[in-house]
């Protein structure tokens, strides 16, 4: 078993004539923020739904949790939590529904459902609108509550696409406070962003453009290897610019 | 089981949340029933004819009295001239007209042949078939009488020997078209509406984006197919109830056969169309496409091809091997069968099958092309 959360290799996704991701390796450690950067239409997504099994790569192969998805997808979605892009919970069922529904569709066993949503509740700010339908909830809300979903089954490694867009200062913040105290229960986290700042608090970040890997690394290592000619280390955002500038004259 | 049930869960609040929707489902098949229940009429009832009348005697009276003699045709205007009937036909006051000439009584005393024209708007052929026979059929029944008593009167034998024919209708005594069609319409209205009810619930989850949250899950395709599946035939069998009892209580349908046997009959019928509408709607991905493939997909065969109103035998060779595949055929078979005749399952054990088999492949084409990932 790899010691890895996440060991991909050449993954390749092409749809028709194009191709959305293009040989990309992605290596996440245990216990790792693994932070996944790119220009909207980098190819985040791809790679990220390839790893959850919701795609069949082109060419390539991916080992979640040690398991190869290709093969045997079950044993991956088991083990996996994925917060999608755009909201994608049940509108017309109330918080607690859709709790509920995940934490069975995951067959979690009833007598843990009662103890872990109460935990849910609590550690996503949820309670007092558990039983408001979904619907009416703010976005802001709506995000905590995707997570308490996404987290039910309690997930070795946990897939966020994009899980601040559209979220207020505030809200983020307590997201990620509670992205670090994830981490401290052992869980991996792989998560796309497009703000730098979030970027930051990742234990390693990967840059993508057009399909391909255009920096690697912990975020202080990167803005070490790309200081400025004056000394000064750069900020994350100047290595993003720098490195897609160098990616778009091409290797 | 677990994964089902939750499924099945969710998919029942879906349902008892959207209250026009379900409301719309339940009143639906009632409506439509009645509404199609009293329009479609294939019996020669209530047909009104225009009479020329050139003769005016006691021989052309009597004629007329014989065409109208059981009711379903009475005389509705008389005029004066064949102009003024064809005007009546061809404005559709009458649809079907007669003509009796001058002298109809006269030549027939003399014994040379009676001419009488009966004009028949053909625009509808099947009912000018009817009428036609009926028409003919009273005059031959009238003009038999004649010639015993003629044979009588003449010293005849007092009973002229002839072939009688003694004509029992079996299953639908008073050869009530209402008993015919109620079944075959239920038929209709049930794969249309079972179809177009089920043809939402993957659909909706493309469009709204919940399908991602559901494909990462280990919720298999059959499982996910299942759950969605179960909840809707409980609708699918509400709606049957309120069809069959306006069936029984308002048109007056009997049901001879057993009970049982056509439950399990519309259950298959039921699971058959609804798999079709899960399958049109995990592989079109679109509410509204998918609800106008099932509808066409169910409504149109069902009505055309399955003998619900054209015999299947007078179809093309082609139409005739494309009904198979239709399952109304079976159901609308089995439901006059039952309905009527009260025949079992000895004889209706072909039908049952072919269900077994509709809904059985339409199952599994469903959850196969339902796939675990997205395109």
């Known amino acids: 078993m790899s010691g890895l959360a996440v060991d991909a290799r050449g993954l390749v996704k092409r749809f028709g ?5 293009d040989r990309v390796d992605v290596r996440v450690e245990r216990g790792a923020i693994f932070g996944f950067l790119g220009a909207n239409g980098a190819g985040k997504t791809t790679v990220i739904r390839m790893l959850c099994g919701l795609l069949a790569p ?11 998805v290709l093969r045997h997808p079950d044993l991956v979605k088991a083990r996996i939590g994925y917060m ?9 069922l109330t918080a607690m529904e859709n709790i509920q529904f995940f ?9 843990l459902i009662a103890e872990r949503t109460a935990d849910l509740l609590d550690g996503t700010g949820l309670r007092g609108r558990e039983h408001a339908f979904t619907g009416t909830l703010s976005a802001g809300i709506k995000q905590r509550l995707a997570l308490a979903c996404a987290l039910i089954h309690q997930p070795r490694i946990l897939f966020l696409d994009e899980p601040t867009a559209g979220v207020d200062p505030l809200s983020r913040r307590v997201f990620w406070r509670r992205i670090h105290e994830l981490r401290t229960q052992g869980t991996t986290v792989f998560v796309t962003t497009h703000h730098l700042d979030e970027a930051e608090n990742c234990t390693e970040v990967m840059f993508m453009q057009a399909g391909r890997t255009v920096a690697l690394g912990a975020p202080r290592q990167l803005r070490q290897e790309h200081q400025l000619p004056d000394g000064r280390l750069p ?13 778009e004259a091409g290797p | 089981m677990t994964a089902f049930l939750a499924i099945f869960y969710k998919e029942c609040l879906h349902i008892v949340r959207d209250r026009r929707a379900l409301a719309a489902a339940l009143l639906l098949p009632f409506v439509q029933l009645m509404l199609f229940g009293f329009a479609i009429q294939l019996d020669v009832r209530n047909v009104e004819l225009g009479l020329v009348d050139h003769d005016r005697t006691p021989a052309s009276r009597a004629l007329v009295e014989q065409i109208c003699a059981d009711g379903a045709i009475r005389v509705s205007r008389r005029v004066a001239d064949e102009d003024a009937m064809e005007t009546l036909l061809d404005r559709g006051i009458v649809r079907i007209g007669l003509v009796i000439p001058a002298g109809f009584e006269h030549r027939r005393h003399a014994g040379v042949d009676a001419p009488i024209q009966l004009l028949v708007d053909g625009a509808d052929a099947s009912f000018a078939g009817q009428a036609l026979g009926h028409v003919g059929g009273s005059l031959q029944h009238g003009m038999a009488n004649e010639i015993r008593q003629t044979v009588r009167v003449a010293g005849g034998p007092e009973r002229l020997p002839g072939i009688h024919l003694r004509t029992r209708v079996l299953y639908n005594e008073a050869l009530n078209g209402t008993w015919f069609i109620i079944p075959g319409l239920i038929a209709v209205l049930l794969v249309m ?13 493309y469009e709204e984006d919940t399908i991602e949250q559901i494909l990462i899950s280990p919720v298999s395709g059959p499982v996910l197919m299942l759950g969605k599946l179960l909840p809707y035939i409980g609708v699918g069998v509400a709606q049957v109830i309120t069809v069959t009892m306006a069936a029984v ?5 009997p049901i001879r056969g057993s009970l049982v046997l056509l439950s399990i009959a519309t259950l298959l019928y039921l699971a058959g169309a609804m798999a079709l509408g899960l399958m049109l709607s995990a592989v079109l991905k679109s509410q509204q496409v998918a609800l106008q ?19 299947i035998e007078n179809m093309h060779p082609i139409l005739q091997a494309l009904s198979w595949l239709i399952p109304a055929r079976y159901y609308i078979a089995i439901t006059r069968g039952m309905f009527l005749k009260g025949t079992g399952l000895a004889v209706l054990w072909p039908e049952f099958l072919a269900m077994v088999l509709f809904c059985t492949v339409m199952l599994a084409l469903a959850t196969s092309r339902f796939r675990s990932t997205l395109s």
């Open chain 2, 193 to 205: 509406l079972a179809a177009m009810l089920t043809s939402q619930c993957v659909a909706r989850e």
């Open chain 1, 235 to 247: 900020s994350l955002e100047e290595v993003f610019l720098a490195a897609c500038a160098t990616g």
């Open chain 1, 103 to 111: 934490a069975d569709a995951y067959l979690v066993p009833r007598a």
């Open chain 2, 293 to 311: 493939i099932s509808l066409v997909a169910t409504m149109l065969p069902s009505l055309l091809l399955s003998g619900f109103l054209f015999p």
């Open chain 1, 84 to 92: 999608a892009q755009k909201f994608s919970l049940y509108d017309d």
């Open chain 1, 17 to 21: 004539g194009f191709t959305a991701v």
């Open chain 1, 58 to 68: 082109t060419a390539g192969s991916a080992l979640v949790d040690g398991e190869d």
């Open chain 2, 249 to 253: 209580f308002v048109f007056g349908v």
